[in-house]
Structures are given as C-alpha cells and as structure tokens.
C-alpha cells in the first residue's frame, strides 16, 4: 500500500479503478453464473469415479482440495452424463456421490450444490464495483479539475 502512495493522484486513481473494474466484473460475473447454473439446472448427483489433489501448482507451494470427476445421473433420471467433472476444487475427499447440477445433456462440467453460496461473490463484486464507480467519478473530477487549470495557465494575463 505504502508505494501506492508514492504515485501521483491521478494515475493512483486510476489503477485502482482499473483494479476495482477487473476483480469486481470477475466476483460478479462468476457468482451469477452460479446463481443461474444454481437455479435453472437440472439437479443429481455425480458418482465420483476418479480424485485427484489439486496442487496449487509452483513447485506444490500449497494444496488446495480434489479435483474430481465421475458419472452424473438426474433425480427425475432423464439426463445422464458418463464423464463430467466437478467444477471447483472441493475442501475434502467426497464420498461416492456429491449431489451436483448441470445445464444439460451436452454439459462438461457439474456444480456442486452449494445451496446458495453464490451470493458471496456476487454481492461482494457488487460492492466492489460501486466504489469503483465512486473512484470513476474521482477520476473524472480530476481530469476537469487538471483542464480547467491548464485553461488558466494558459490564458493570457490582462
């Protein structure tokens, strides 16, 4: 933080708008894929056939859960899927069912029913675009703020 301070206002502004625009798209973006995964899905269970540990790759410089995939089957038992993989890194080992959505037949990738905790990032993107809009304004007062005095230097003295 102490070297952001050592840039000038206005660029300071503006890369922190810019950082704002970026992670909060990304949180809201991606909460309300899940949201719309969440509630237009079709619902059942993955049987778990392969796991893997997820590493967090550089030289295994953390561990991050399972990567799992395995065989999708609907609770009205009218979509079947023979490969599908769990989308997410899941904390523990599952055992042979994880209950799962997925939005058809042709689908890749099945979301762990996660009842509802898409909203965190999806409210959270939110509240980080909203001050970003905020630092959007600021930015915009200090650009006229910076014409107007340029204006004044500018003119000639009477």
């Known amino acids: 933080m102490f070297l952001l301070r ?23 973006v991606m909460g309300s894929i899940h949201g719309f995964r969440e509630v237009t899905g079709t619902a059942g269970t993955v049987r778990v056939t392969s796991c893997e540990r997820a590493t967090g790759d550089w030289d295994d410089l953390w561990e991050d859960g399972w990567a799992c995939a395995g065989r999708f089957e609907s609770d009205d038992h009218s979509v079947r899927i023979e490969d599908v993989a769990l989308d997410g890194i899941l904390d523990k080992l599952p055992d042979t069912t994880v209950a799962a959505l997925v939005d058809g037949p042709a689908a890749h990738t099945a979301l762990p029913d996660s009842a509802g905790r898409w909203k965190w990032p999806a409210l959270t993107g939110a509240v980080i675009l909203a001050f970003t809009a905020w630092r959007i304004r600021t930015v915009r007062t200090m650009l006229r703020l910076r014409r107007i005095t340029a204006r004044i230097a500018a003119a000639p003295a009477a």
């Open 6 to 28: 050592l840039l000038p206002p206005l660029p300071r502004e503006i890369s922190l708008a810019v950082v704002g625009l970026v992670f909060g798209l990304f949180l809201a």
